[in-house]
């Protein structure tokens, strides 16, 4: 046993046993590195759940609150991960992963790392991580720090790796979040998190182009912003008819407005932009790829074909 900063001790895995609700239901104790307003979130879920809870960040300050709601601070992330079987990661990047954990003993641990990074650098952490005599699983967050904690909220964590992992650990990383597996991969899991967040920065791009088109009027973005909301919604379920396509093959299945009409309605965007001295640099891309396609496809065509000229 060791004392850590903050005078509360730290017991070593081997004696570690879940703790109990009153109810008797085991907590499993676990490790967390990193608090950031993630990790912090992260952390006063576990530990509203009854999970003994040992917490490191490099900015031992950032611990305190944590500390006062009952977790154990450990001195270096080395001990904190010497403290439980069950270790995540939640810091800023991958490289900070290794560099938080290079002094570790990771034999016989479960690391899971919530950091956001490309599939590559979790294969390569994977890797690494299993080399250390640990088992891995990777995952990426789909919700923002007020959504942890909250199951109405409807966030999750997309997760890949061990399924072992996942399967011994469901229940402990459902607690700030729902949970869902995406594959063995341990790449899936990010490459998952980043089509998400990439879609959604396209949303984004829209809706500011949306907004600088009406700056100079008299209309207020508060009335444009539940017009927007609602036309994004019904136009959302788009993406099962451009996933159909791709499967079948077929970019003609089902189409409602083909290529070739809306390739023709371009230059009202591009005019509209113009006249209101708004830069049409967000969408311009996406229109130079439907012209593109539309000379080397077909105008019945859906515009899901633009997805293979994005292919390398």
Wanted: proline content about 5%; overall charge negative.
């Amino acid at each position: 046993m060791t004392e850590n900063a903050v005078g509360h001790s730290i017991e070593n895995p081997a004696e570690d046993t879940a703790a109990r609700t009153p109810g008797g239901t085991a907590r499993t104790p676990l490790t967390l590195l990193g608090l950031g307003a993630m990790g912090t979130a992260l952390g006063r879920a576990w530990l509203a759940a009854g999970h003994p809870l040992t917490v490191w960040n490099r900015s031992a300050a950032r611990a305190e609150a944590l500390a006062a709601e009952g977790a154990t601070v450990a001195a270096s992330a080395a001990e904190a991960v010497a403290a439980n079987g069950l270790v995540v990661v939640c810091l800023l990047d991958d490289d900070s992963v290794g560099q938080a954990l290079a002094d570790a003993d990771l034999t016989g641990r479960d690391l899971v790392n919530l950091v956001t990074g490309t599939p590559g650098q979790a294969r390569d952490r994977a890797a690494w991580a299993v080399a250390r005599g640990a088992r891995y699983l990777d995952g990426g967050i789909m919700a923002v720090p007020p959504m942890i904690g909250v199951p109405e909220a409807g966030g999750y964590v997309f997760y890949s790796g061990s399924p072992e992992l996942f399967e011994q650990h469901r229940a402990a990383l459902a607690v700030p979040a729902g949970v869902r597996w995406v594959g063995e991969d341990p790449g899936l899991a990010a490459l998952h998190d980043v089509a998400l967040l990439g879609a959604m920065y396209g949303m984004f791009a829209g809706a500011a182009h949306a907004f600088a088109l009406i700056g100079k009027e008299s209309v207020a973005p508060s009335s444009l912003a539940p017009l927007l909301a609602d036309w994004l919604t019904a136009m959302a379920p788009a993406v099962h008819q451009t996933a159909a396509q791709l499967e079948a093959g077929d970019y003609t299945l089902g189409v409602v407005s083909n290529l070739g009409m809306q390739v023709a309605g371009v230059p009202t965007f591009l005019r509209t932009a113009e006249e209101q001295r708004v830069s049409p640099e967000l969408l311009a891309p996406y229109f130079g790829l439907m012209r593109r396609r539309l000379e080397s496809g077909s105008a019945e065509e859906d515009l899901t074909g633009v997805v293979d000229l994005l292919r390398r």
